[in-house]
Structure formats: structure tokens, C-alpha cells
């Protein structure tokens, strides 16, 4: 969070879940500071940057039930932050509310990338009879991949704690696959010990 610019971030990928086809989704990269030594961060806040308030509060709120859910406090932006016309949060936006909801860490996420590809499944022979056969043709289709960039920062210095990159596809509802990319990063958290409960 150095410059106001960056913590614009660009467009989040809510519109384009709503017409996105998908089967799962898979983090392809880890944390990025593996010699950070603040310790597991327990008490965040969760802004999802989109002119949609509606699929913001959806996304936040799936975010910080499911951080709840693992021990861990969160907040969501929504409640302190309004979103302006242009998306770019300013940060002494997100500095106050910091301050309000006394969080040690920051994460947003954005969309970098969206593409289309073309799968076909091969047909095959059918058998109709004595030396009878025909030809399947196979199934040509299209799937959406959105590829997102989730990133989390220490609330007091700014510093970039972990990055993750998501891939998703999916032919589910936009629920569906909130949840599976809320998922996929907070299992990967876990994994990599960057949450946990607040320590007594």
C-alpha cells in the first residue's frame, strides 16, 4: 500500500463470475514472504474493490465468515468504506478503518486475467450391427478461466505479506464459486501457517 494507485487495484471479478464456466479452483502461487516475522496475523480486513455493492457485500461477508469459521477475526470493508465512482480507494481510507476495527492485516483482491478455451472430448465408434459402425463426432465447448490475484498485506508497515494467484472454472452459480476461491486462499493460509487465532 505505498501509493494510492496501488491500492486502487483495478476491477474485481464479480461481473465476470456471472457469466464465467468453471471445475474447481487451484492456487498457483505461495506465500511470497517467507521471512516475514509478524507472526500468524488473526484480525483482518476484507476489501473487495467493485461498483456492484451488491456482489462487494456478498464476497466480503462469504470472507470473513469463512476467516470466522478458522478462529480468525475479520471485517468487512463494506461496513467502514464507502466505494467511490472511479473504485480507487484512497489509503487513508483503509488506514481509518484499520484504526477501527484494530486489524493486522489487509487483503485484497483483483482481477488479472480472463480467457476463454476450447475443449473438445473425442467421439468414438458406435457398433450398430455385423460389420455396422458410425462415427461419434465428439463435443466441442467453451470454458472461462478467470485468474485472480489475491494479496495480503501487514496493516502497520504496508508490506506484502503473501500473494496468491487463483485460477477458476466452473459452470456453477456465482455463490458457488465465491466460495470455492474463499476457500482455496484460506486453505492455502493455513497451510502455510500466515493465519491463526489471536494469542492470549
Known amino acids: 500500500m505505498k501509493k494510492d494507485a496501488a491500492i486502487g487495484l483495478g476491477y474485481l471479478f464479480f461481473v465476470a463470475f456471472l457469466i464465467m464456466s468453471c471445475a ?16 500468524p496475523v488473526s484480525n483482518i480486513l476484507v476489501i473487495a474493490i467493485t461498483g456492484n455493492e451488491h456482489n462487494r457485500r456478498t464476497y466480503e461477508k462469504k470472507f470473513v465468515a469463512r476467516l470466522k469459521s478458522v478462529g480468525v477475526d475479520a471485517f ?5 468504506i464507502p466505494m467511490p465512482p472511479d473504485l480507487q480507494l484512497k489509503k487513508e481510507t483503509i488506514v481509518n478503518a484499520v484504526k477501527q476495527y484494530e486489524n493486522d492485516a489487509v487483503i485484497i483482491t ?3 486475467g480472463k480467457e476463454k478455451e476450447d475443449v473438445y472430448t ?11 459402425y458410425t462415427r461419434d463426432p465428439g463435443i466441442s ?5 478467470v485468474r485472480l490475484e489475491t ?5 502497520k508497515t504496508g508490506k506484502l505479506i503473501w500473494s496468491g494467484k487463483s485460477k477458476t472454472m466452473s459452470k456453477d452459480s456465482t455463490d458457488r464459486i465465491m466460495n470455492e476461491v474463499i ?8 497451510k ?9
Open 76 to 80: 468487512a470493508s463494506e461496513e467502514a
Open 122 to 132: 473425442r467421439g468414438g465408434a458406435a457398433r450398430l450391427g455385423f460389420f455396422s
Open 110 to 112: 483483483q482481477l488479472i
Open 24 to 39: 474447481g479452483t487451484e492456487i498457483t502461487q505461495t506465500p511470497v514472504d517467507h521471512a516475514y516475522k509478524g507472526g
Open 141 to 145: 465447448s467453451t470454458n472461462t478461466i
Open 151 to 155: 494479496n495480503l498485506y501487514d496493516a
Open 183 to 190: 476457500k482455496a486462499v484460506i486453505d492455502d493460509w493455513q
Open 192 to 200: 502455510n501457517k500466515i493465519i491463526g487465532p489471536k494469542r492470549s
